[in-house]
């Protein structure tokens, strides 16, 4: 089974050295490469190509943010997962509406970053419960013709679970075997599911999940 490529973007050594060695625990992920700031990160990522970069905040030069959103560009297929000690409402704002796959807190590292980092990998959004909950206060209500209708009751079982799947963190792939149904279909379903609550990207499909009560947050 290939290993999930990761390169690790922070400016402090230590932080750096203790991340590979707990990953090194990991059977299924590869640390191939270490940037010193955001530009270092971009430079890598365009290089090597790694599944997932975890992106650090603050760093000299280009920030994380700057160098999140490069990547864009340069390295598109590349997953972004913030790691940082921030878990200021604007920081995590910014970072969702760039993109990133994940926002972890460096005081969570453990056994869980193995778990974001898969997620991360498999098209997933992972947030630290404290993050998602800043997350959930900054997400108005979704926009919908019907003024009494909630948006929510316009979905049929099946789009319901596939929300639910969605905003756990499957992949199409992963909906569509749990469904017992075609990767086009549950394609159809998520498409379908946007649509009717008028979400534009996985970001807001979670958050609304998380409002709604479909996905728990843990204190």
Not at 33 to 62: H, S, T, Y
Not at 109 to 115: C, D, I, K, R, V
Not at 117 to 123: E, F, T, V
Not at 177 to 187: H, Q, Y
């Amino acid at each position: 089974m290939a290993k999930i490529r990761v390169v690790i973007a922070d400016d402090h050594a230590l932080l750096r050295d203790g991340i590979k060695a707990l990953l090194k625990l990991a059977e299924d992920i590869e640390v191939i490469g270490e940037a010193v700031d955001g530009r270092d990160a971009v430079e890598q990522c365009r290089r090597l190509k790694p599944d997932v970069v975890l992106m650090d905040i603050a760093m000299p030069g280009l920030s994380g943010l700057e160098a999140t959103l490069a990547l864009k560009h340069e390295a598109p297929k590349t997953r972004v997962l913030v790691l940082t000690q921030y878990e200021d409402r604007e920081y995590v704002r910014r970072f969702l509406k760039a993109g990133v796959a994940g926002y972890v807190l460096k005081r969570m590292l453990g056994s869980e970053l193995a778990g974001a980092i898969r997620s991360a990998a498999q098209g997933g959004l992972f947030l630290d419960p404290r993050v998602a909950m800043e997350a959930m206060q900054d997400f108005g209500p979704a926009q919908t013709g019907a003024v009494d209708e909630d948006p929510y009751e316009t979905l049929t079982d099946r789009e319901k679970q596939a929300l639910r799947l969605v905003a756990l963190g499957n992949s199409n792939k992963e909906v569509a075997e749990t469904l017992g149904i075609s990767v086009k279909t549950a394609m159809s379903h998520r498409e379908r599911v946007m649509e009717k609550l008028n979400l534009h990207n996985r970001t807001d499909l979670i958050k609304f999940a998380i409002k709604k009560g479909v996905i728990r947050v843990e204190p």
